[in-house]
């Protein structure tokens, strides 16, 4: 079941807010865009050549670049090397710039003002899952990132994907592609297993995104303007 959801990712982060209890407090981080492969080390010509081919599988085929790169570089042809693989592993840590916020202090407002300052400084501000209790203990909210682009078909697979894992929240345009809000607070081992969960549809969802979650042992998704991808991820709907 859904139904329309006019809105922001700040909006519906000052709603979610207001469900948690008194005295509880969400985290938020501002990160930086992640480098262009060319910048994470030098590569071998092959390797160059993996790149070319993982850029024309995604633009064919929409397959995630990465899953393209690796595949090309699977091949004799296109054998990947130490600088293909660093650059593959690359990881943003954003346990050490987590912030603090709490909950009566998440307003659209001052998110609009946290993520302004966030652009000012060539970054981006993301929300993370993990909300600090009253009692200091942490759980976390459900989050996945989409990989599938966005159209109404898509949109209407999503939504029957979602309704699959029983887990109430919303569904946002994130620009080019899809963000879901669980409603519906986790221990951690219960995220790890939303999150395998979810993997098994890889590429629908961002199965990079997914692993850089598990390293994090918590989930983070962008809510400002991002370069291509106009303004905060829009909602389209509630689920569940």
């Not at 699959?164 to 879901?180: E, N, T």
Request: hydrophobic content about 45%; proline content about 6%.
């Amino acid at each position: 079941m859904s139904e329309l959801f006019p809105g922001t990712a700040l909006n519906l982060l000052e709603e979610l807010a207001g469900d948690l209890p008194a005295g509880a407090a969400m985290s938020f981080a501002t990160v930086d865009f992640a480098p262009l492969i060319e910048a994470r080390g030098r590569l071998a010509p092959a390797e160059d050549v993996a790149v070319a081919t993982g850029l024309h599988l995604r633009e064919t085929l929409r397959l995630p670049f990465w899953e393209g790169v690796l595949l090309a570089a699977s091949t004799g042809e296109c054998t990947a090397g130490g600088g293909l693989l660093d650059a593959a592993a690359f990881h943003q840590a954003i346990g050490s710039r987590r912030t603090w916020l709490p909950v009566r202090e998440v307003e659209v407002a001052r998110l609009d003002v946290m993520c302004a300052e966030a652009q000012q400084g060539g970054r981006m501000l993301a929300v993370t899952s993990a909300v600090r209790l009253p009692d200091g203990a942490i759980q976390h909210l459900p989050m996945m990132d989409f990989h599938l682009a966005y159209s109404s078909p898509a949109t209407a697979l999503l939504t029957k994907l979602v309704a699959r894992w029983g887990v109430p929240g919303a569904l946002l345009r994130s620009g080019k592609s899809y963000h879901f809000y669980g409603r519906t607070l986790f221990d951690e081992t219960a995220l790890t297993r939303f999150l395998g969960r979810a993997l098994l549809y890889t590429p629908i969802v961002d199965r990079a995104w997914i692993a850089h979650q598990l390293l994090e042992q918590s989930c983070a998704l962008r809510i400002s303007a991002r370069p291509e991808y106009g303004g905060p991820p829009t909602i389209l709907a509630r689920l569940g």
